[in-house]
């Protein structure tokens, strides 16, 4: 089975992996796909709408020859990081009421 992963919580997925570093975009995207099964096709233009939202800025910084664009998360995108994890905690909580709640169990 494969679930479907919302522009939401890809949205809230990236705002986490740039909470407490900046990244290039490469590693932004293998990072996500480490754990979701999204391409980067997918994950580029949540980047560039987050960063046409506010959410993100970048800054490109020179390596072996080629420049690389890292993505730095603002306080917008902080803010709207919080307010994912808060409506993911509650989905979550509801979720597992029924998937994971008493009276479910496998007999």
């Known amino acids: 089975m494969s679930i479907q992963v919302t522009g939401t919580l890809l ?5 986490a992996l740039l909470v407490s570093n ?3 975009g490469y590693s932004l995207t293998q990072s996500v796909r480490d754990t979701l099964d999204v391409s980067e096709s997918t994950l ?10 506010e959410c993100l800025t970048t800054y490109d910084e020179p390596h072996s020859g080629r420049n690389r664009r890292y993505y730095r998360i603002t306080e917008r995108g902080f803010q709207k990081y919080q307010a994912c994890l808060e409506e993911w905690n509650l989905f979550k ?12 169990d496998e007999k």
Do not use: K
């Open 11 to 15: 949205d809230a997925c990236v705002l």
């Open 22 to 24: 900046d990244a290039y």
């Open 44 to 53: 580029y233009p949540v980047m560039r709408r987050l960063q046409s939202d």
């Open 93 to 104: 909580q509801r979720i597992d009421s029924i998937l994971g709640g008493s009276g479910n």
